[in-house]
């Protein structure tokens, strides 16, 4: 079973201030999605990343894939209420399932 | 966009109850998915779907749950005697390549009384 430790549980800071999320394995990953996700809804996909290293950015978003596909990070630059949210991490193994994080949950204050 | 819809929003029904609940996944995706999480906890994996036939199940997905593709375009989740802690929400995903940027649907949400 691939185990994704995210950290931190819980985040709440100030609009404008930048963030780091992280999202651990002892795993190694084919593809590592970011969801997010609201209350009573669905989780909506952010970004896949596929390559060690690889780095992909959605407006103030920046997503990393470790080097060994075992690990990312999602930064966030000048944080917006808008942002609050439920962050999810899910690792793709080698078989056709998919497991998830806990998640990191994002507040954002005005 | 095309997105997955998922049918219906909220069920709720007595212990002991069968209960199907139905998804139509975006039309040229061939992975199809079942997820669940319950209140407050962390979304897990039951099954994922292929070629009419189940290609991954886990731990949580036992004898009581079955899944079926019975047209073109649905794709349903059949819990045969519900138990109070199915509660929960039920997501359907599905993708276009194997275990690859899933997309979600909305979730129906399952109440067993």
């Known amino acids: 079973t691939q185990l994704l430790e995210q950290s931190p549980q819980f985040l709440s800071i100030q609009e ?17 999605q970011w969801y997010r996700q609201e209350p009573g809804e669905g989780p909506v996909l952010l970004v896949t990343v596929v390559t060690g290293g690889e780095v992909k950015k959605l407006k103030r978003l920046t997503f990393q894939f470790g ?33 998830f ?9 005005p | 966009e095309p997105e997955v819809t998922q049918t219906p929003s909220h069920q709720v029904t007595q ?17 199809f998915y079942w997820y669940r999480q319950i209140l407050g906890q962390k979304v897990e994996f039951l099954v994922s779907f292929y070629n009419n036939e189940i290609s991954e199940k886990s731990e949580i997905f036992d004898d009581q ?10 794709f ?38």
């Open chain 1, 101 to 109: 994080g806990a998640g990191t949950r994002l507040t954002v204050k």
């Open chain 2, 76 to 113: 349903t989740l059949k819990i045969r005697s519900t138990k109070l802690e199915d509660s929960a929400m039920y997501f359907c995903a599905s993708s276009e390549f194997r275990a690859y940027e899933q997309y979600f649907g909305p979730g129906t949400r399952l109440t067993v009384t």
């Open chain 2, 15 to 31: 212990m002991g109850q069968e209960v199907i609940l139905r998804c139509v996944p975006i039309s040229n995706h061939l992975y």
């Open chain 1, 16 to 32: 404008g201030e930048n963030l780091t999320v992280y999202c651990n394995s002892s795993s190694v990953f084919s593809s590592l």
């Open chain 1, 67 to 99: 080097d060994a596909r075992k690990d990312s990070s999602l930064h966030i630059t000048a944080a917006q209420p808008g942002d609050t949210g439920l962050y999810l991490c899910a690792g793709a193994g080698n078989n056709n399932d998919m497991r």
């Open chain 2, 65 to 74: 749950f079955s899944v079926e593709r019975p047209d073109g375009s649905n």
